[in-house]
């Protein structure tokens, strides 16, 4: 039994000695792999980063290589250890006289809470013209909203107009006065008023004489005759001389002892373009009424804005074939002189003031 067990124990060193071999060979195939990859991973990071090279610059490299190259002497190496120690104390001496001043000055006047404020004015003014150019985008936007929406613009029908034949007036021929104002035509009927309000004048001749006039008799001149501008013009005022088409107004005249009669068309008053065009409408029976009468023309007062009704108003006269002259009026109601009255008291023109007068002829007035 004893040599039994000594044989046994002769055998464990063994087991282990093979077991440490195993394990020893293992490690040496694990770190023979690792080395193997390491190299090949290197050969190809090696080759990677080489340029390439076409096959004449690979022949011109081999061929440099073949040359020998002829080792320095130690005099050479000497001397570019002296030339190197050369140039670095030239470059210290050259790093002394270097002016660091003006570096150094703005090192000392660099503040960081003043470089702050300046990046945060920076900001503001950044967000400040990004909001304008945020407002002109939407300005844009909306323009162009605008514009897509903007039907196309597409002219009014031609207008034919005919071109005028001046010719003179006739001798003797009496006139028939319309203004055309507001988009209307008005008969004026001008004549009828001047009578009516001299009629006026002359039977209340003695209540509208100026203060301290002489006594007026038959015999008494007219051009003697002197009315109180207060006087008539608070009496027309009251007695409201017109219709359901014109006002009549006195107005005196400045620096001068006359008066005007202005016909001031009423609210309404007057016929438009499509009116016109209707056979019913005065302007037609009154221009039909005139074609009988050889003497009568018809003169027509336009204001700028009633261009359009004139040229309607033209149309029918001319398709009835009264003669007709027109001029462009100023404005939108009617002046004409009141003859034979002279007022008082009025204001001359001073006396010291520079009169510059241009006569210029007056335009004839013709039929077209």
């Avoid at 040496?28 to 990071?45: A, F, N, Q, R």
């Avoid at 090696?46 to 190259?69: G, N, Y």
């Avoid at 001031?264 to 009468?293: C, H, V, W």
């Amino acid at each position: 039994m004893a040599k039994k067990r000594h044989a046994e124990d002769e055998e464990l060193p063994f087991v282990a000695l093979m077991d440490t071999m195993t394990n020893v060979v293992g490690v040496l195939l694990i770190v023979l792999v690792m080395v193997g990859l390491s190299i090949s991973t290197t050969v190809k990071k090696i080759l990677s980063d080489l340029p390439p090279v076409t096959q004449e610059e690979l022949a011109k490299l081999i061929q440099e290589m073949a040359i020998p190259k002829v080792p320095e002497t130690p005099e050479q190496v000497e001397k570019k250890i002296d030339d190197s120690i050369a140039q670095i104390k030239k470059l210290a001496e050259e790093l002394k006289t270097i002016d660091l001043s003006d570096e150094q000055q703005k090192m000392k006047f660099m503040d960081l809470n003043e470089i702050r404020k300046k990046i945060e004015r920076a900001k503001y003014d950044r967000d400040g013209e990004k909001k304008e150019l945020d407002k002109l985008f939407a300005e844009l936007d909306r323009l162009k909203k605008l514009l897509d929406d903007t039907p196309v613009f597409k002219p009014p029908p031609p207008k034919y107009v005919r071109i005028p034949n001046p010719r003179p007036v006739p001798q003797g021929a009496v006139r028939e006065n319309f203004l055309i104002a507001k988009g209307r035509v008005l008969y004026l009927n001008d004549r009828s008023y001047l009578d009516i309000v001299q009629k006026e004048i002359v039977k209340n001749r003695d209540a509208l004489l100026s203060p301290n006039h002489p006594k007026v008799t038959s015999t008494t001149p007219a051009a003697k005759i002197t009315y109180s501008k207060e006087k008539l013009t608070a009496y027309f005022d009251r007695a409201r001389i017109g219709d359901r088409s014109l006002q009549a107004k006195l107005v005196p005249v400045a620096n001068a002892p006359v008066m005007n009669l202005n016909l001031i068309p009423q609210e309404g008053a007057g016929e438009t373009s499509q009116d016109l065009r209707n056979p019913a409408s005065f302007f037609q029976r009154y221009m039909r009424k005139l074609k009988t009468e050889p003497n009568k023309i018809v003169w027509l007062y336009v204001v700028k804005d009633s261009v359009e009704t004139y040229l309607t108003a033209r149309e029918v006269a001319d398709a009835i074939g009264v003669p007709v002259g027109w001029q462009i009026y100023g404005q939108d109601f009617f002046v004409t002189r009141l003859p034979g009255v002279t007022i008082s008291p009025f204001t001359p023109p001073p006396a010291n003031a520079p009169v510059q007068r241009v006569d210029i002829a007056a335009p004839k007035e013709q039929l077209d």
